[in-house]
């Protein structure tokens, strides 16, 4: 971890403008250090190069990552708007395991009581997965898939040791597919519930201030 004296500061990284508004709309208050929200754009080369381009600023020395937006769910039984607590991001080039989830699981059931959220591997893709590849993709054990947390999380531990996690929002899942993300109901109940997670991010970042037992 970073010997830094001050508080930790946060990054949080998403891709889309959509994600960005939602959490740039969400209730501010409570953060536990400086916080920044970091509109990567999409797929795992342009999140890969914003975030070490970002961390590379000194004022950002050590700070926790955490990535997160939508995601496509791959277990049968999931729901827009559901969330989705990622152990570990896997893609080809590593798994990078994720810091105090169990702390993220009780804040976000805080945060927004009464959705489902899911714990498990959270894999990365450079497209869009529809149909079959889904159940190839949970064959593999991961939960959901997405095409920028895990070249975001890699691309944070790369630069140094810090806290990482990733918490993404089910916005469409095999009984729910999708065609375009901004022309579904799927998509409004997945910005909502976007909307209203901060509070268990920052809650969070706080404990991980906090000294361990």
Known sequence: MTSRTGPLPLLIACALG?????????????AGGPVTVLRTGMGPKAAARSVARVLADPALDGAAVLATGFCAGLAPGMHPGDLVVAEETRDPRSTVACVATDRLVKELARAVPGRTVHTGPLTGSDHVVRGPERADLLATGAIAVD?????????????????VAAVRVVVDAPEHEL??????RGG???????????????????????PRR
């Open 188 to 210: 409004i109940s997945a910005f909502r519930v976007l909307r209203s997670v901060l509070p268990a991010f920052f809650e969070w970042h706080r404990s991980l201030l906090l």
């Open 18 to 30: 959509i994600e960005h508004l939602a959490l740039r709309t969400g209730d501010r208050g409570g």
């Open 147 to 163: 095409m920028e947390s895990a070249a975001t999380l890699l691309s944070a531990v790369r630069t140094g040791p810090r806290p």
């Open 179 to 184: 065609v375009r993300i901004g022309t579904v």
